[in-house]
């Protein structure tokens, strides 16, 4: 199969982007298009495809089209190229890949692979940030509401009723640390929701995963605290702490992680590193 598969997500940006495919799909030789009438349809067709041995499969939308994309081709040696025309594009960005999407385009066949590293949690994958705690309380909000201020509604309100969390973090085969936090981040990559620097020391091919842990502060300090994630200096802050490890364990109750910005499940759950389990096409 010479053609690169093409995934794409007409929904993303509330529509716009799919006024914006048509310029992309030209700068493709030959695409098979997928585009599925659901993310389970979509996944099930593109594993389908990388079964023939395509030579690029190309995610065409934001962080949650390459989420699915990669549950498609972890592992497998086939190539993943991302266009970046969603609402949220940290991967892309976290790699180098170029927010223009014709720009990104052309890196299909003119780029370069790159090996880089996944995760694991249970039987899914995520390339970037699994969140767990207040950032993942806000995406559970805003995923049932609906509007264009779903989720600046949702930080409000998780803001009047959260409290601190009590977490059990167990690092590869370290004895457990047990503490009340904010939030706890697994990063394969630095940034979520749009810039958020929240792992700000990750690099994607180190064989480990970046474990940051935001401790217990009252909200007011919280409120001070976290806009600095947009530049990555929250990491200097004393409540921060910043690990390494490439198994991290989390037992957090009540509380419902995300990973790439999809839902990942109840904890206790275990984040996995696997050392390139993705090529991806990156920059010459």
């Known amino acids: 199969m010479n053609r690169p598969v093409v995934l794409v997500n007409?929904?993303?940006?509330?529509?716009?982007a799919a006024r914006r495919l048509g310029p992309v799909l030209a700068r493709l030789p030959d695409p098979e298009v997928i585009s599925g009438a659901s993310a389970g349809d979509t996944l099930e067709r593109a594993r389908a495809a990388v079964r023939k041995r395509p030579p690029v499969v190309v995610a065409c939308?934001?962080?949650?089209?390459?989420?699915?994309?990669?549950?498609?081709?972890?592992?497998?040696?086939v190539p993943l190229a991302i266009i970046p025309m969603?609402?949220?594009?940290?991967?892309?960005?976290?790699?180098?890949?170029?927010?223009?999407?014709?720009?990104?385009?052309?890196?299909?066949?003119?780029?370069?692979?790159?090996?880089?590293?996944?995760?694991?949690?249970?039987d899914r994958w995520f390339a970037g940030v699994l969140a767990c705690g207040f950032d993942s309380r806000v995406n559970e909000r805003a995923n049932a509401m609906t509007g264009p201020a779903r989720y600046v509604t949702a930080v409000l309100r998780e803001l009047r009723e959260f409290r601190p969390i009590p977490?059990?973090?167990?690092?590869?085969?370290?004895?457990?640390?047990?503490?009340?936090?904010?939030?706890?981040?697994?990063?394969?990559?630095?940034?979520?929701?749009?810039?958020?620097?929240?792992?700000?020391?990750?690099?994607?091919?180190?064989?480990?995963?970046?474990?940051?842990?935001?401790?217990?502060?009252?909200?007011?300090?919280?409120?001070?605290?976290?806009?600095?994630?947009?530049?990555?200096?929250?990491?200097?802050?004393?409540?921060?702490?910043?690990?390494?490890?490439?198994s991290v364990t989390l037992e957090a109750p009540g509380v419902i992680a995300y990973a790439d910005g999809e839902r990942?499940?109840?904890?206790?759950?275990?984040?996995?590193?696997?050392?390139?389990?993705?090529?991806?096409?990156?920059r010459p």
């Open 10 to 16: 007409p929904a993303a940006r509330g529509g716009r």
């Open 61 to 77: 939308g934001g962080d949650g089209l390459v989420h699915l994309a990669v549950q498609a081709v972890a592992g497998t040696g």
């Open 86 to 122: 969603g609402t949220g594009n940290d991967i892309a960005a976290d790699l180098g890949i170029p927010r223009d999407p014709l720009a990104a385009a052309a890196l299909v066949t003119g780029g370069v692979p790159r090996v880089i590293d996944a995760a694991t949690v249970g």
């Open 167 to 246: 977490f059990r973090v167990t690092l590869d085969h370290h004895p457990a640390i047990t503490l009340e936090a904010m939030l706890v981040a697994v990063g394969n990559t630095r940034s979520y929701g749009n810039g958020m620097k929240i792992c700000p020391t990750a690099r994607p091919d180190d064989g480990l995963l970046d474990v940051v842990i935001l401790k217990a502060l009252p909200t007011a300090a919280f409120l001070r605290a976290f806009p600095r994630v947009f530049l990555g200096t929250h990491a200097k802050h004393p409540a921060v702490e910043i690990h390494r490890a490439a």
């Open 264 to 282: 990942a499940g109840p904890t206790p759950l275990t984040c996995t590193a696997r050392a390139g389990a993705l090529t991806v096409m990156t």
